[in-house]
């Protein structure tokens, strides 16, 4: 089961990034170069008059780096924090819990996700702001002149951003869904077969 979430939400990112890269690189030119453009459409011609469409794309590499495990850990991590809490936190079967307390699982299983997207994204966050900042370098040199500190500065209050932006989201999704009278269904339990299977082994 967790195989699957790690490839739907890997597959799904990959395709996402190549319509994010020239985004993604017009807003970093706009936060860390002084005196560049100020909005997306006067940074996205200026880019392709300059650089061409390879300007857009540079940063696709470590962006994929970045976000691909972040939305893997996205996805994979909360649905397993969620059913581990229910197996050995909460006193109850989330059948028995009511919408309150069933959201508030979905915070801290969100925010303990986000934690973790926020630990295997950082490194790439760092080449990526680099990369764009610096038009004319490549991966390697952006890593070998960051450093391994380098990486890795910021990464506390990263943390704590991603950590509460990832809970609200999944918060505000359940809280949706519940609105709506469609709550999550239950975690998945393993097939009586394959039970049956692993235990005559």
């Given amino acids: 089961r ?6 739907a939400s890997a597959s799904a990112e990959f395709f996402a990034d190549i319509f994010l890269c020239p985004m993604e690189s017009v ?5 860390t170069t002084p005196g560049w453009e100020t909005t997306l459409r006067a940074g996205a011609p200026r880019i392709m008059k300059e650089e061409g469409i390879n300007g857009f794309y540079k940063g696709l590499s470590p962006l994929w780096a970045r976000q691909i495990p972040y939305t893997m850990m996205k996805f994979a991590c909360f649905e397993r924090t969620v ?6 936190v909460v006193p109850k079967p ?3 819990c009511n919408k309150a307390e069933q959201l508030a699982v979905t915070f801290v299983a969100g925010y303990i996700a986000g934690v973790f997207c926020a630990i ?3 490194p790439a966050d760092s080449i990526v702001s680099k990369l764009n900042a610096n038009p004319g370098g490549g991966v390697v040199s ?6 391994m500190a380098g990486m890795w500065k910021g990464l506390g209050p990263r943390i704590i951003m991603i950590g509460t932006l990832t809970a609200l989201q999944w918060f505000i999704y359940d809280s949706v869904k519940v609105a709506f009278r469609l709550p999550r269904p239950p975690p998945p ?8 299977k692993l235990a005559a082994e």
């Fill in 2 to 7: 967790t195989s699957m979430y790690l490839a």
């Fill in 27 to 31: 807003k970093v030119r706009i936060q």
């Fill in 83 to 88: 059913e581990i809490l229910y197996k050995y």
């Fill in 94 to 96: 989330r059948s028995d």
């Fill in 120 to 122: 295997v994204s950082h």
């Fill in 142 to 147: 952006a890593a070998k002149e960051l450093g």
């Fill in 189 to 196: 339990e393993m097939p009586e077969s394959l039970k049956r």
